[in-house]
């Protein structure tokens, strides 16, 4: 059997995921007495929030994605397993690997969500997504290569072309995405090319809703798309986008912008394993879960983070970082009651507030009834993201680079760097 | 034109190469009046020295690889271009590139070296070679998933291949790989993998001389293979690699190792461009040079670095960073004397000395006639090599990294992390 480990008179409990719902998960479990099985395709956890910094070549890919195993290092009771997991019999209790079947006696599934290209034909062809660490060095490889070449390009036509990228989607990727590429193009690639003209540069935000960050309130939002528009970036709102070519990208309000590179920062949806029986399933494809988290008639199988419908006080959850880490706090507390022979509880979510960076020296914010923007908005999205960052020298190393970034105004990370796909 | 920039009056002098030499001659140019156009198939230089801690999971690459065109911010009469240049013409002054021709009135070609598996079967398809940043990516990520393999792995000898490394070659690029492989092994894989039993773990190192690094004394030599084989890395001397099957590499002493990786630091060839008409080359298809460092008949054209078969005072150069970057000087004083309409002088190689690192706390080096060994040689290596790195904020983010690995004995870049090709 893989994935084994000692003490077979124990529990075993099954995680699939070490996003921040599952990696949670099996850290709150681990002073347990079950043991831990984690299953991920990554040897590494992905801090997502700062992807937008990888793909605008502020951070190292490495400083955003930590080694699984460092963080259970003094755990006896656990095992990694970098896998894909195929299917989950249920009834059986056990799950196909690539590398083999595993049983379990407790199963969490925190597999998380994945790009939806919302029926937009050419997008999943020509659209760059942004969800997963490979994607965002492809993503700045993609930005930096339309830099190299336009410097090259003489037809005029051909190199505003490369030098118009297109965001669609207006929530907090889309927000911090284009404010991160105005002020790389701006100050460093400015520098770096001084044959081009950067008025040549566009950078576009489509955006379905009325404004920017919905989830934030309407002050905010608007605040917002004055920022963004002050730096340059030309927002189409109440705009969707109809499809995509290799060079174009076509609007619902009629207008086609000739682009090389258009940005996919909207629809997402679950990216559950194959279940047998199949489980009801909510909006975006997400397991419907019980308030405990538990699937319906499955009490011994969880579902949280982007993969689950979970409400908390009958309000649905939004697809945040804090909500998959208090799922996974909840998920522990619940599966070591359930060892106890106890009943389960229903998850609250404790809503300490939400932040969005715009930019150097601004972000927005609503924590309780507070909202705020600007300065203050900007610091305490740094500093609770490096709070939140896993381990220390990643941290201070990331500190260092914020500090490069914006009191020099430059980005380090500028190189075309592809990696040869493993053997 | 491509690559073309203002001063059309002025002549023109084109760079191949971006490496220690290429960078040096465009760095020591951009003060006189010529046009320079540095061309490279990267958009950034490699600190090849530095590739062995990328392999073994102590740097970042990007922290080793920097963007060209920073370093040239403030020169006007300078412009970079990332193509691969396919042919030169020498009697027409005119270059071939993937994004056209290029004309130049005095052209260095500084195009580096190449792996050359010196006819052994098999090794160009099951080799792992280290002479680039995707290269040493790749062999890091080979590295980390025979650790994730072995965890798996219940067939004694399978474990035992996957967990068996063979380093062909002994020259500072062997010992280096070979000593911070133990280190990595030793210290953070023991700890990552409690399941696994670190005795199982072989490294071993053929070497085809009669020593480890036959550039340096005998005495260091025989230091650094006591050093290694303290540290349990199993040394071939005076042995050839005869065959490579993908799981097995078989020695010229006889010896058949089972191992799914095979590190290959021996053996370069000059890596020129295909030049008509033809040049004379000599040992490992190196261009035969002047003292001055110009193509014979051809006294506009320059090679220099590895590319070249250069000599001073009657002896050949062994291909070091120091002697490139000498080099690189000294062509950019040729040209500014050719401008001027005098004679180039004839390149002399000053040694400030060797230095090679074996691990944490052990080097060897020799400066004029000193030669010395342990902790003095460890700490001058990282001074000479942090001095060297291009780049305040890497040579700041490099020496945190180094605090850690060296005091804390631990790697942080243990991400197995392929990215995509670029599209």
Not at 164 to 171: D, N
Not at 192 to 208: A, G
Not at 258 to 275: D, F, H, M, Y
């Amino acid at each position: 059997m893989i994935g084994e480990n000692a003490k077979p008179h124990h529990p075993r409990i099954v995680v699939i995921g070490a996003g921040f719902a599952g990696m949670q998960t099996a850290q709150s479990l681990v002073s347990s007495q079950a043991r831990i099985c984690l299953i991920d395709c990554n040897n590494y956890h992905t801090f997502i929030p700062l992807l937008y910094q990888v793909a605008t070549a502020q951070l190292e890919p490495e400083k955003i994605a930590y080694p699984i195993r460092t963080l259970f290092r003094k755990a006896r009771n656990f095992h990694f397993l970098m896998a894909e997991v195929q299917r989950v019999d249920l009834a059986a209790k056990s799950l196909q690997t690539n590398l083999g079947q595993i049983t379990y006696d407790y199963l969490v599934i925190a597999t998380g969500s994945k790009t939806k290209y919302l029926g937009v034909a050419g997008a999943n062809e020509y659209a760059f997504p942004m969800r997963t660490l490979a994607e965002s060095i492809q993503l700045r490889n993609q930005i930096l290569n339309c830099f190299e070449q336009a410097d090259q390009e003489t037809d005029p036509l051909e190199r505003r072309k490369l030098l118009t990228f297109v965001i669609v989607g207006g929530g907090a990727t889309g927000v911090e995405l284009a404010g991160a590429l105005v002020e790389l193009i701006k100050s460093p690639l400015k520098r770096d090319y001084p044959h081009l003209d950067m008025r040549e540069v566009q950078i576009f935000m489509i955006q379905s809703g009325e404004r920017p960050l919905v989830n934030l309130p309407a002050k905010l939002g608007d605040y917002t798309a004055r920022k963004l528009r002050n730096l340059g970036v030309k927002i189409h709102l109440n705009t969707r986008v109809n499809n995509l070519s290799p060079d174009t990208v076509e609007l619902s309000d009629g207008q086609i912008i000739s682009t090389a590179t258009v940005i996919w920062a909207a629809g997402v949806e679950a990216s559950a394993p194959k279940l047998s029986p199949e489980i009801p399933v909510a909006e975006k494809e997400k397991l419907v879960v019980e308030p405990t988290l538990q699937l319906q008639n499955h009490p011994q199988v969880y579902a949280i983070g982007d993969v689950a419908f979970a409400t908390s006080e009958g309000k649905p959850l939004t697809g945040v970082a804090p909500e998959a880490l208090q799922q996974g706090v909840t998920v522990a507390r619940n599966l070591k009651l359930q060892l106890q022979g106890k009943s389960p509880q229903p998850f609250k979510y404790f809503n300490k507030g939400r932040l969005a960076i715009i930019g150097r020296f601004s972000g927005v914010g609503k924590i309780g009834k507070f909202s705020f923007g600007g300065f203050l908005g900007w610091l305490m999205w740094l500093g609770v993201h490096v709070t939140y960052l896993p381990g220390f020298r990643n941290r201070l190393l990331v500190i260092i680079s914020w500090f490069h970034t914006y009191l020099f105004r430059d980005r380090a990370v500028r190189q075309i760097l592809a990696t040869p796909k493993n053997r």
